[in-house]
Each structure stands twice: as structure tokens, then as C-alpha cells.
């Protein structure tokens, strides 16, 4: 799972750390705690960092994860409502992420064509864009925006542009578990997505170490004359070796998670 996160509101002093996962962002770049995206990852995903987007209009964080084609960008967006965007700036920003990708957030840009209620400047602008790449867009076409003011209607701010990803393999659906004015958009991508490699090691957490340090005791010689070069190098290498049958002999055989193995065989992500 990936988590794209619009408006953090970090600054230099914000951290947050969450188990089994790893967190990139993009903070707004005059420093205060307004603006910003997220990307929240899970580690067992086989990605990347690929880039910090950074300017007063649009903040983007952006990883490369790789499925059964190829790369795939996935990109968290915000655009301020301030500013006027062209559709020239949505276009050199959208030429950052590759041939392959998909950049959700709030643009804060309305228009019928992803579900909106009506048409605005940047909507129009964004349009522009999407038609001259010939991108597409993947929305719920259902609000995503409810604000605290009654006497404003609630609507769609919140939705994808994707490219070279084909649109029967994506389904966007609201959720409306949290409290935020803004509900998250659930986007599935049907792909094998590749899970990260585990790196090697020699001990785990079933490690009995009591029977490591026995097997060492047993095993590595104390009274061996070391005085040449060749008698060390000849030393350090028995006792690395001794280390290594040492770590396996105490350390259970590995049993592949059932995740894993599902992972491989293919399965639905959602972003």
C-alpha cells in the first residue's frame, strides 16, 4: 500500500515515523507549516525516491515502484488555491514524472470532466495540459472537498492524471472513514507490483544465541602462532568461517511469509 498525502503542513522541526514503513516529503518551500506532500510506503515494495517538486505553485513528492512492466511513478500533489496556474507549469511538472505514472493529490482545479460541479481558471488550464501529453484522469466523480462553511457546496478537488497506464486497470472509490474536509480517494492499480528483496543476514530474531556462542567456543582455536601476514590472513578467514556455520547452525531455516508468496503471484494494490 501507498499512501499520496496532500498538505502536511511540515516544516524542519516535523518528523513522524511509522513501523514497517518509510516516509518521503516535500515541505512548501518558504518553510512554514502550510502546504507540502507526502508519500507514505510500505518497505516490503520494491521503490525508490524520485524526486522533490518544490515551487510556490504546486509541491510534489514523487517514488518509482516497479511492477511486472516496468517502472511506475506514483506522485503526491497539492496546489495551493492562490495561485494561477497555466497550463504550461502543469506540463513541465508532469514531463518530470516519466513515461509512466500517476500524480494524485488536491489540485484544487475544478472541471465537469472529473466529476466537478462546474469550470474553473485552473480546471481549464489543467485540461489544457492533460489533452496537449495526452494524459487521462482517474477520479470517483463523487466530492471530495467538504467545507465547514455551509453556504459552500462541497465538490470534487481531489483526483488522479495518469499516463500509459490503461484505465480498465484503475478503480477509484470515496472514503469517508476520517474526519478530514477533505475524503481520501482510494485508487487500486490491478498489477504485480515486485516486493523488495529481503537483504541477507546471517542471524534472525529466532536466533538461539546460547548455541552460537557454544559452537564459536567449540570451534575456534586460541592457540594458533600468528606470525607472518599469511598466518593472520589465514586466521581471520577460518574464524569468519567459524562465525558463519556458527550463525546458521543456531539460527532456524527461514519459512516465506504466505504475503510474500502472494506477492509474487499477483495482486491488487491500492494507492
Given at each position: ?185 482510494l485508487i487500486t492499480?490491478?498489477?504485480?507490483i515486485l516486493p ?76
Amino acid at each position: 500500500m501507498v499512501l499520496l498525502i496532500s498538505e502536511i503542513h511540515f516544516t524542519t522541526k516535523s518528523y513522524i515515523k511509522i513501523p514497517n514503513y518509510r516516509i518521503y516529503d516535500t515541505r512548501h518551500p518558504d518553510g512554514t507549516a502550510h502546504g507540502g506532500t507526502a508519500i507514505i510506503i510500505k518497505i516490503g515494495i520494491k521503490h525508490h525516491l524520485h524526486d522533490h517538486y518544490n515551487l510556490d505553485h504546486l509541491q510534489a513528492t514523487s517514488v518509482v515502484i516497479e511492477d511486472w512492466i516496468g517502472p511506475l511513478t506514483l506522485a503526491a500533489v497539492y496546489c495551493p488555491p492562490k495561485h494561477n496556474i497555466k497550463g504550461e507549469q502543469f506540463q513541465r511538472f508532469f514531463a518530470t514524472l516519466g513515461q509512466r505514472f500517476l500524480a494524485g493529490g488536491d489540485y484544487n482545479a475544478k472541471h465537469p470532466q472529473w466529476g466537478s460541479r462546474l469550470t474553473t481558471p485552473r480546471g481549464r488550464e489543467l485540461r489544457k495540459a492533460i489533452q496537449a501529453e495526452h494524459l487521462s484522469h482517474v477520479s470517483t466523480g463523487e466530492p471530495t472537498y467538504w467545507p465547514s462553511d455551509r453556504r459552500r457546496v462541497p465538490d470534487l478537488l481531489d483526483f488522479g492524471v495518469v499516463k500509459h497506464i490503461p484505465l480498465r486497470t484503475l478503480h477509484a472509490e470515496s472514503s469517508l472513514d476520517l474526519s478530514s474536509d477533505h475524503s481520501p480517494v482510494l485508487i487500486t492499480i490491478h498489477s504485480k507490483i515486485l516486493p523488495q528483496p529481503c537483504p541477507p543476514t546471517l542471524s534472525t530474531k529466532h536466533t538461539n544465541w546460547e548455541a552460537f556462542r557454544r559452537i564459536i567456543k567449540e570451534n575456534l582455536p586460541l592457540d594458533v602462532p600468528l606470525k607472518t601476514d599469511g598466518d593472520i590472513e589465514d586466521y581471520v578467514n577460518q574464524f569468519v568461517h567459524i562465525i558463519q556455520q556458527a550463525a546458521w547452525s543456531s539460527t532456524p531455516a527461514h519459512t516465506e511469509p504466505a504475503k510474500w508468496k502472494n506477492a509474487r503471484r499477483g495482486s491488487n494494490k491500492k494507492f
